[in-house]
C-alpha cells in the first residue's frame, strides 16, 4: 500500500521507516528541511526541539525492533544507553541524548531506507473520496495514498475527527537551558541514573545529562507565579544556578559553560483525543497524546502507539478501517497516562501553593511513588509502573500502604535550597541589584 505520513519528526519518521521496511510505499511530508549546510538545526514549529528530553526504555526497543540502523545511528551521535534499575527486576536499558541528537540520527538513517521518501513541503489539507480520507493536498497538488497518518504533533489540525476525550492547563511552565561539562569535569550529583531533581519549596528543578558531556537544568514553576517568570533572563537563571545546591555543582564556570540561551516552555497542556474511525485516517505521537515534560513519558508514548498500529497492520487489519480498533487500543494503553498527569499535575500545582495532600482522595501516583521512602513494601508494586508497563492502575494495591504512611504524618522531603521567596529575592538582587523583599509573598495572576 502507499502511506503518507504528515510530519517527520520521531514519531512520524519512524512510524515511516517501519512500514517502508515492510515493503510499502512510503511518504513523509514534513515542513522542516532538516540541519543547514553548516550543522546548525532550527526546528520550526516544535517548541520542545531544544529543550530536555529522557528516554525511556520503550524508544530504544522499538529502533532495535523495527529500525536498527537508527538505533546504530543515534550511538554513533553519542547517545548513552543506561541502566533503569528496577525493583525485583532486570533492569530496563534508557538513552541519554539531546533531543536534537535523537532526531538528527532518524533523519540520517531515513536516507538509507528503501521505499521511504522524504518530502519538503506544508499539508494544506485532506482529500476524500468515496467516504475515505484519500490523499492529502501539498502546495495545491494532491498526493493519493491508501492511508494517511498524522504525525503533525499537538497543533495538528488535520485530525478533525478526533475529539478531546481528556485534558486542560497544566498549570505549570518551566525555563531550561543548555550547558556542556568541561573535559574530565564528569557527572555533577543525580539523583538516579536519569537526573537530578530538586523538589523544593514552591518550585522544582532538574538536570539532565545527554551525550558528550552536554546537560540541562530545567526550573519548572506555577504558570500564575509572575514573579518567578523572569527567570526567563538570563541573569536571573545563572543567580537561581548559583542558590540551588544541585544546580551550583553543575552549573559552576570551573566544571561547565553553558551552551544555549534560557528556553521557555510554556502554555503546558496534558491532552488525549480520542480517535473516531474517520476511514482512511490515523493519528500518531503528539497528535493523539500530549503530556507535560514533567515525567519524560512523550516520546515512549508515541513510540508505544507506533508498536500498537504496526501490530494491527501486521495482523491484517485493513487500513481504511484500522483508526478504529487503534483508537481503541489508544483508550486503553494512552489514555490513562494522560490522566495520570492531569491528577499529578494538579496536585505538584497546588502543594507549590501550600495545600497538604488531600487524604479525602484516591492518592496520585506520584504519592504513592513518594511513599516508597518511608514504606519500603511499597516498592515492590512500583517495577512496571516506572517502566511504564503496566498501567497507573496497577498501583492500587500500594495505595493503602502508601495512605498508611501519610496518615503517620509523613510527608516528602524538601531539598536542600531556597523557597520561593526567597528565590525571588535572589533573582529580584540578580536583576535590579538590590533585593525588593517582593518575595515576602507570592504574587498570583488572576
Not at 76 to 81: I, S
Not at 325 to 335: A, K, L, S, T
Not at 358 to 377: C, H, K, M, W, Y
Request: net charge neutral; hydrophobic share 45%.
Amino acid at each position: 500500500m502507499k502511506v503518507i505520513i504528515v510530519g517527520a519528526g520521531p514519531a512520524g519518521l519512524t512510524t515511516a521507516a517501519a512500514l517502508a521496511r515492510r515493503g510499502h510505499r512510503v511518504v513523509a511530508i514534513e515542513r522542516d528541511p532538516g540541519p543547514a549546510p553548516d550543522g546548525s538545526w532550527h526546528r520550526r514549529g516544535v517548541m520542545q526541539f531544544g529543550h530536555p528530553h529522557g528516554f525511556r526504555p520503550q524508544v530504544r526497543d522499538l529502533l532495535l525492533a523495527e529500525w536498527p540502523d537508527a538505533w546504530t545511528a543515534w550511538v554513533e551521535l553519542g547517545a548513552v544507553p543506561i541502566d533503569l534499575p528496577r525493583p525485583g527486576a532486570a533492569p530496563l536499558v534508557g538513552v541519554r541524548s539531546r533531543r536534537s541528537t535523537y532526531e538528527r540520527a532518524l533523519r540520517r538513517a531515513a536516507a538509507d531506507v528503501e521505499g521511504l521518501a522524504l518530502e519538503v513541503g506544508h499539508v494544506d489539507g485532506l482529500v476524500e473520496r468515496a467516504g475515505r480520507v484519500a490523499g492529502v493536498i501539498v502546495g495545491g497538488d494532491l498526493v493519493e495514498g491508501d492511508l494517511v497518518i498524522d504525525a503533525g504533533g499537538r497543533a495538528s489540525r488535520l485530525s478533525t475527527s478526533a475529539t478531546v476525550g481528556a485534558g486542560g492547563d497544566t498549570g505549570m511552565a518551566y525555563v531550561t537551558r543548555g550547558y556542556r561539562r568541561h573535559r574530565g569535569a564528569g557527572l555533577g550529583p543525580m539523583a538516579g541514573p536519569v537526573a537530578w531533581a530538586g523538589i523544593l519549596d514552591g518550585y522544582q528543578a532538574y538536570v539532565f545529562p545527554h551525550e558528550h558531556g552536554h546537560f540541562s537544568v530545567v526550573i519548572v514553576r506555577p504558570t500564575a507565579d509572575i514573579d518567578l517568570s523572569v527567570l526567563r533572563r538570563v541573569d536571573a537563571f545563572e543567580a537561581a544556578c548559583r542558590a540551588i545546591p544541585g544546580l551550583a555543582d553543575w552549573t559552576d564556570p570551573a566544571r561547565a559553560a553553558p551552551t544555549s540561551d534560557v528556553l521557555v516552555g510554556g502554555r503546558l497542556r496534558n491532552v488525549y483525543r480520542s480517535q473516531r474511525g474517520r476511514p482512511g485516517l490515523v493519528a500518531i505521537g503528539d497528535s493523539v497524546a500530549t503530556t507535560a515534560p514533567t515525567a519524560g513519558r512523550g516520546v515512549a508514548m508515541a513510540s508505544m502507539q507506533i508498536d500498537g498500529l504496526l501490530r494491527l497492520l501486521d495482523d491484517g487489519a485493513e487500513p481504511t478501517t484500522v483508526a478504529t480498533p487503534y483508537g481503541e487500543w489508544c483508550d486503553v494503553w494512552i489514555r490513562p497516562w494522560v490522566q495520570d498527569h492531569l491528577t499529578v499535575d494538579a496536585e505538584v500545582v497546588a502543594s507549590w501553593q501550600g495545600a497538604d495532600i488531600d487524604l479525602t482522595r484516591p492518592l496520585t501516583s506520584a504519592a504513592i511513588v513518594a511513599a516508597a521512602r518511608a514504606d519500603e513494601r511499597i516498592t515492590r508494586h512500583l517495577g512496571g509502573f516506572l517502566a511504564m508497563t503496566q498501567l497507573p492502575a496497577s498501583l492500587a494495591p500500594a495505595e493503602p500502604l502508601a495512605r498508611a504512611v501519610y496518615e503517620s504524618g509523613w510527608r516528602p522531603p524538601v531539598s536542600e535550597g531556597p523557597t520561593r521567596d526567597e528565590l525571588v529575592d535572589l533573582i529580584d538582587a540578580a536583576v535590579n541589584g538590590t533585593s525588593t523583599g517582593r518575595g515576602a509573598h507570592m504574587r498570583l495572576s488572576a
